[in-house]
């Protein structure tokens, strides 16, 4: 018998995929999602990805290379995979955080609170967001009812008797204790 030639069996061509990455910045602030996701933070040419944003202090816009016609304001966009993209979602950084003593968070221009068998003042008071501004050392200062009353203070920085402070670098809480 003579063989008979064979020709290989047809390798199907793999439909061409494109990267798409989406991060925020700053770093941090908030998150990116993929609807759908990938494994491999590849897509088929023409697949509809939603692109959403969520950040923690408000969203600035889209930069990087988003299709045309997209709005970069939009948080949340539909890109149909043409080419390798790369999307920056671009987030508010915080311009303060909110102080808590026990359990109650000042409000605008609050600078005491009574507290079981005293109060306590601050340094300064919360803007008209009710938020001290980023980095700001806030001094506090623990005044008992009577002079028999001892301060103890926790999620605080610093502390020297009836006196903390705390650096606003983020929503601090904090105790002040007044007791016999």
């Keep these: 018998p003579t063989p008979t030639p064979t020709t290989p069996a047809p390798v199907p061509t793999p439909d061409p995929t494109y990267p798409l990455a989406a991060n925020v910045e700053p770093a941090g602030l908030g998150r990116v999602g993929l609807n759908p996701a990938?494994?491999?933070?590849?897509?088929?040419?023409?697949?509809r990805v939603r692109v959403t944003a969520s950040c923690d202090h408000g969203f600035e816009g889209w930069t990087g290379d988003?299709?045309?016609?997209?709005?970069?304001?939009?948080n949340s966009i539909i890109v149909a995979?043409?080419?390798k993209r790369s999307l920056v979602a671009r987030c508010a950084e915080p311009t303060g955080f909110p102080?808590?003593?026990n359990g109650e968070t000042l409000d605008p221009?609050?600078?005491m609170l009574f507290v079981l068998n005293g109060k306590v003042t601050v340094s300064q008071s919360p803007g008209p967001d009710g938020k001290l501004d980023v980095g700001s050392r806030v001094l506090l200062q623990a005044t008992p009812d009577q002079a028999c009353?001892?301060?103890t203070w926790s999620g605080v920085d610093t502390v020297d008797r009836m006196f903390a402070w705390v650096e606003m670098r983020e929503d601090r809480v904090v105790e002040a204790a007044i007791e016999r």
């Design 38 to 47: 990938s494994d491999d933070g590849r897509y088929p040419v023409g697949k």
């Design 66 to 74: 988003l299709p045309a016609g997209t709005d970069p304001l939009a």
């Design 81 to 83: 995979v043409d080419q």
């Design 99 to 101: 102080l808590t003593i």
């Design 109 to 111: 221009g609050q600078l």
């Design 149 to 151: 009353f001892d301060v």
